[in-house]
């Protein structure tokens, strides 16, 4: 409250309301724009021991140039400002509505309970808050909540290996989702493992065929023919033409059918079915999802000759 009202001495253009002990101010006309104003607006609220603000933006063109203004300053005086269009806290918002008419809307609410409800919006937007208004999007609706799941859910069947993280991880999504244990496991996985048996069988061939031990191959060996109900024979057969395919082609004449569906010839590799040696890998990503965090364990796990992704790296 302090703060708030040492602005509304200090600057005649900021008005705001603390309804609920919710503090609100608004930037009206050409100050706004303004950047010496808005530079001193922030360092009372710093001096005051407020460490961010939550800008409300109007979906308009000058109310992203404005949004995109104080955002620049911000960043520059080290301000966390998260920028926020009004509609995703106001989804009825008209030109010229602002918080006041959120709080004049919602006067049933608890003041814990408007909190939540804004920091429940600001989850779904992460860093681009702080980078990019641009970039901000609307919440995700439940059936493309799903569909995320859905997906996450195939690439952990598809490429963990280890089956108590497979099952943790997937049981995790099952509960942000809120899909029940027989939907689950019935209308999803079991789906997900039939579309995927194929690849996920030609993966588990390659584990077999790059471990080195003994024990642990044997073990492998009765694992995969349990999974996929094969024979001995069958599993030493799908064995040899996979590694027949990836060590040298059939024959050095051939079709371009035949040549676009020969493997590939026998990799060495410095990450297990990931990175070869000798060759390019594209790592791409959106901003600020830790490629550089990624780049600089792989590298380290290479000279270090550690584990990388939980597979041994040469």
Do not use: H
Request: glycine share 6%; net charge neutral; hydrophobic share 35%.
């Amino acid at each position: 409250n302090k703060a708030f009202f040492e602005i509304l001495s200090f600057y005649p253009y900021i008005w705001g309301t603390t309804a609920k002990g919710i503090i609100s101010t608004c930037v009206l006309g050409a100050k706004s724009l303004n950047q010496d104003f808005v530079e001193r607006a922030i360092d009372i609220l710093e001096l005051n021991m407020i460490r961010g603000a939550i800008y409300l933006a109007d979906e308009d063109e000058q109310g992203l140039k404005k949004a995109k203004f104080f955002q620049e300053i911000a960043y520059q005086k080290g301000f966390v400002l998260l920028i926020l269009p009004i509609k995703f806290i106001l989804p009825e918002a008209q030109k010229g509505d602002d918080f006041v008419e959120y709080l004049q809307g919602n006067k049933n609410k608890s003041t814990q309970k408007l909190v939540n409800d804004i920091e429940e919006k600001i989850k779904y937007f992460g860093y681009a808050l702080i980078s990019d208004y641009l970039s901000c999007q609307a919440p995700p609706t439940e059936e493309e909540k799903q569909l995320q799941a859905v997906q996450k859910a195939k690439e952990i069947l598809l490429n963990e290996n280890n089956e108590i993280k497979q099952y943790t991880e997937l049981e995790k999504i099952r509960k942000q989702t809120r899909f029940s244990e027989s939907a689950w496991e019935n209308k999803i996985l079991r789906v997900l493992r039939r579309e995927i048996r194929g690849d996920r069988l030609k993966l588990d061939l390659k584990y077999y065929a790059q471990e080195d031990d003994p024990i642990k191959q044997i073990e492998l060996k009765q694992k995969i023919c349990g999974r996929y109900s094969l024979s001995s024979y069958d599993f030493q057969r799908l064995s040899s033409k996979l590694q027949q395919q990836e060590e040298k082609p059939a024959k050095t004449i051939f079709s371009f059918d035949e040549f676009m569906n020969l493997g590939n010839q026998g990799e060495d590799w410095l990450i297990p079915s990931f990175l070869p040696k000798s060759s390019m890998l594209l790592l791409c990503a959106a901003p600020k999802c830790g490629k550089s965090l990624l780049a600089s364990d792989l590298a380290y796990s290479v000279v270090s000759g550690g584990q990388f992704l939980n597979q041994q790296v040469k």
